[in-house]
């Protein structure tokens, strides 16, 4: 296994290297983050020689160093490196230290990042019967809730209580006052998500535009320029347009610093530096987000991240 996942990473340095994008070593600590409401960070502290602590954070994803990278150099990068996230369990599909493979091509926009992603598995797959073979089947997530939950997704999100009322004639036993985002995420998980395992390597397009995240909208104004991949009912990837418009990456990191400061568990501070490499003309381009970890798991046929780790028990 330590072979196996050490040739599977030489293979993506490979594929990268050969099409000229720049690998990145960015920091692991942070002494601030982009606001996410959907994740829980670890905190520590750094100890400076007046026996003074400063608190730092360790990141979940390297996303907050790759874009400062980008809008300086307007560059295609790569990176692999370690990321944390708290408040998952460990073993099946989670672990709170994990590989992230993530990647940004300037000039390109989600469909592009698609086709890379199919490349990139292609590469990898030479020579062996895989399962995870492109090209990916697609399906948007309009479709996805037609099929599988059986209800329009956007309609009933436009209606007071529509939502839940869909989740509680599919038997979800709902706390009160849930906002639309979270409705939505737990008839994903409960209705649609089981389905995907019966499907093989597939790409649901175009999420909600009430979900927040960093992705351009599409012009019909519902949707936005994102795809997650799903292999098993796992998903693999997480792909955006990333937003450009420094006023509407601001909007989101108030947005998403007041749920933050709300709810999280563990609070930080917030990188009030980010939105401003936006306003001196970010290049167009597109990211990808992809769990490795999972990735050897997929490749190499096991059912548990545990069983892909690079350590023994």
């Given at each position: 296994?330590?072979?196996?996942?050490?040739e599977?990473?030489?293979?993506?340095?490979?594929?990268?290297?050969?099409?000229?994008?720049?690998?990145?070593?960015?920091?692991?600590?942070?002494?601030?983050?982009i606001?996410?409401?959907c994740?829980?960070?670890?905190e520590?502290?750094?100890?400076?020689?007046?026996?003074?602590?400063?608190?730092?954070?360790?990141?979940?994803?390297?996303?907050?160093?790759?874009?400062?990278?980008?809008?300086?150099?307007?560059?295609?990068?790569?990176?692999?490196?370690?990321?944390?996230?708290?408040?998952?369990?460990?073993?099946?599909?989670?672990?709170?230290?994990?590989?992230?493979?993530?990647?940004?091509?300037?000039?390109?926009?989600y469909?592009d990042?698609?086709k890379?992603t199919?490349?990139?598995?292609?590469?990898?797959?030479?020579?062996?019967?895989?399962?995870?073979?492109?090209?990916?089947?697609?399906?948007?997530?309009?479709?996805?809730?037609?099929?599988?939950?059986?209800?329009?997704?956007?309609?009933?999100?436009?209606?007071?209580?529509?939502?839940?009322?869909?989740?509680?004639s599919?038997?979800?036993?709902?706390?009160?006052?849930?906002?639309?985002?979270?409705?939505?995420?737990?008839?994903?998980?409960?209705?649609?998500?089981?389905?995907?395992?019966?499907?093989g390597?597939?790409?649901?397009?175009?999420?909600?535009?009430?979900?927040?995240?960093?992705?351009?909208?599409?012009?019909?104004?519902?949707?936005?320029?994102?795809?997650?991949?799903?292999?098993?009912?796992?998903?693999?990837?997480?792909?955006?347009?990333?937003?450009?418009?420094?006023?509407?990456?601001?909007?989101?990191?108030?947005?998403?610093?007041?749920?933050?400061?709300?709810?999280?568990?563990?609070?930080h501070?917030?990188?009030?530096?980010?939105?401003?490499?936006?306003?001196?003309?970010?290049?167009?381009?597109?990211?990808?987000?992809?769990?490795l970890?999972?990735?050897?798991?997929?490749?190499?046929?096991?059912?548990?991240?545990?069983?892909?780790?690079?350590?023994e028990?």
């Amino acid at each position: 296994m330590l072979q196996e996942r050490a040739e599977i990473i030489r293979q993506i340095r490979s594929f990268f290297n050969d099409k000229k994008y720049l690998e990145l070593d960015t920091p692991l600590l942070s002494e601030a983050l982009i606001p996410e409401s959907c994740l829980e960070v670890f905190e520590t502290q750094r100890i400076i020689p007046n026996g003074k602590t400063l608190p730092y954070w360790l990141i979940p994803s390297p996303e907050i160093w790759m874009k400062k990278i980008i809008a300086r150099h307007k560059v295609s990068v790569f990176q692999i490196c370690k990321c944390f996230r708290n408040g998952e369990s460990s073993g099946f599909l989670h672990n709170p230290e994990f590989t992230m493979l993530e990647y940004y091509t300037v000039n390109a926009d989600y469909m592009d990042s698609l086709k890379l992603t199919e490349e990139l598995f292609s590469f990898m797959a030479q020579g062996k019967n895989s399962s995870l073979h492109p090209p990916f089947m697609r399906l948007t997530i309009f479709d996805a809730f037609k099929t599988y939950a059986g209800f329009d997704l956007f309609a009933s999100a436009q209606k007071p209580g529509g939502l839940e009322k869909e989740a509680r004639s599919m038997g979800l036993d709902l706390p009160p006052n849930l906002d639309t985002a979270t409705l939505y995420d737990l008839i994903f998980i409960h209705c649609v998500e089981p389905e995907l395992k019966k499907l093989g390597p597939i790409a649901l397009l175009d999420y909600p535009a009430f979900v927040p995240c960093l992705a351009k909208k599409n012009p019909d104004g519902k949707t936005v320029q994102r795809w997650e991949l799903y292999f098993n009912g796992i998903e693999l990837a997480n792909c955006y347009s990333e937003e450009t418009d420094a006023k509407l990456v601001h909007d989101f990191f108030e947005s998403e610093s007041k749920e933050k400061e709300k709810n999280a568990l563990v609070k930080h501070k917030i990188d009030s530096n980010f939105c401003k490499i936006f306003e001196t003309g970010f290049p167009a381009c597109s990211g990808v987000a992809l769990g490795l970890d999972r990735l050897i798991m997929a490749i190499t046929g096991k059912t548990s991240i545990d069983s892909v780790l690079p350590i023994e028990e």
